[in-house]
């Protein structure tokens, strides 16, 4: 019976930790959000760079439920949107695909992160960087393909119009946005790690 306790004691404190940094990333990624410079159809955002830590730091569950959650904050009427904005028609309007992905970019980055970690740690720091960095391109490829692709569906442009419109305009951006992250991860991932895993 002690065993059986011990073990349910084990597993409460479990959830209760994934559900905080569930909480923590969906709020992180709706205060970042709001670092936005509205121009053109898509605002200058720093929400990605929380996307992209969900799942540079997290479990694979914990980085796509802190994503669903806070689009389902949005949906739900919490202005949680770039420019204090919420609601269903922000999600289905013409830039709403960019918002939808990001628990898919949430996935892949974690996924990528879990299969890769081990072989990872055995890498110089240079090394290491280049890969993080390479998965997180990778992302942000998916993010343009899925956003640029839905924008045009819904603002009847073609394509390379739509991509020239909302995508190109922000690499540079992104680009530092990815060498941000990757930063960061490298400094924070393993004590984070510990903290999630409740051995501090």
Known sequence: MALFSRERTARGRSAAREAVCVGA????TAVLSQLSIPIGPVPISC?????YLSGLLL??????????????LGLAGV???????AGAARLAGPTGGYLLVYPVLALLVSLC??????????????KRAAALGGILL?????????????????????????LALTALPF??????????????????????QKVVRGRL
Do not use: E, N
Not at 59 to 72: E, F, N
Not at 113 to 126: E, G, I, N, V, Y
Not at 171 to 192: E, N, P
């Open 113 to 126: 992160m879990h299969r890769f970690d081990r072989t990872l740690r055995q890498k110089p720091l240079a």
């Open 47 to 51: 929400s990605l760079v929380a996307v």
């Open 25 to 28: 990333f969906a709020a992180i």
């Open 79 to 85: 202005p949680v949107f770039a420019g204090f904005q």
């Open 171 to 192: 690499l540079a951006g992104d680009m530092a946005k990815i060498v941000l992250c990757v930063a960061l991860t490298l400094l924070s991932r393993d004590r984070l």
């Open 138 to 162: 990778l992302a942000l490829a998916i993010c343009y393909l899925c956003g640029t692709a839905w924008f045009a569906v819904f603002s009847g442009t073609g394509f390379a119009s739509a």
């Open 59 to 72: 479990p694979v569950k914990s980085a796509v439920m802190s994503q669903l959650v806070y689009l389902l």
